[in-house]
């Protein structure tokens, strides 16, 4: 199982654990190790949690359906991560989105009542945990305020504003024109129309995935 190892110190879940710690924790726990071809998908919206999901190589796709039927894109994953850890020991249970593979993936399959001992007898595993999910509330939060937001301008400044910083002025974009596209809930011909729009202002600089903020002013008012 040690192939996985030093993946698993690039997980926050991991965070200030030894090598030694790492390997002795795939040993005791790791059962099975799962493959998806991109595409495929890996579980579905309401599906129980019977395991912790620890997605180790690739990155994948989450998707929710809402009450009318439409597909909300919620967000992608890369390794390494679990997959919907703060519903893991919910009393429902059950995933709350889809996940499919956006690329080859690699799961190693971990039972919860393992994972809930591992973390009874380390401190800082535990710490780790509720520190993954006090961040994944946070990221949901700032989902639900983004979607309520009537303008694509407004949902593109916010989600720009949460990317960088007035240090770190520029990111990479996971997600092609069209994925983005369909994080907001547009057409791609909106989103590109959008976009040249806050370019031509002098907002920000666009090229290939690379966004960089020229103005953090201007999107804070938009």
Not at 18 to 46: A, C, P
Not at 141 to 162: G, H, P, V, W, Y
Request: hydrophobic share 40%.
């Amino acid at each position: 199982m040690h192939h996985h190892d030093k993946e698993l110190s690039y997980c926050p879940l991991f965070k200030g654990l030894s090598q030694g710690e790492h390997d002795q924790f795939l040993d005791r726990n790791v059962k099975e190790v799962l493959t998806y071809k991109k595409g495929e998908t890996i579980v579905l919206q309401g599906e129980p949690i019977r395991s912790v999901m620890l997605l180790v190589q690739g990155s994948v796709r989450t998707e929710m359906i809402t009450m009318e039927g439409n597909v909300l894109n919620i967000d992608i994953l890369e390794a390494v991560i679990p997959l919907a850890p703060a519903f893991i020991y919910g009393a429902k249970k059950s995933y709350p989105v889809d996940v499919i593979a956006a690329e080859p993936c690699v799961f190693l399959k971990i039972s919860k009542d393992a994972w809930l001992n591992e973390m009874a007898g380390n401190k800082q595993l535990l710490t780790n945990f509720l520190t993954m999910n006090a961040d994944l509330t946070f990221f949901l939060t700032n989902k639900l305020q983004m979607i309520s937001l009537k303008s694509l301008r407004k949902k593109l400044a916010t989600f720009f504003l949460e990317k960088t910083t007035v240090e770190q002025d520029s990111f990479t974009l996971k997600r092609s024109r069209t994925q983005l596209a369909e994080y907001f809930g547009v057409q791609r011909q909106s989103l590109a129309r959008s976009l040249k729009e806050m370019e031509d202002d002098g907002i920000i600089l666009l090229k290939g995935r690379t966004v960089k903020v020229l103005d953090r002013n201007r999107l804070i008012r938009e």
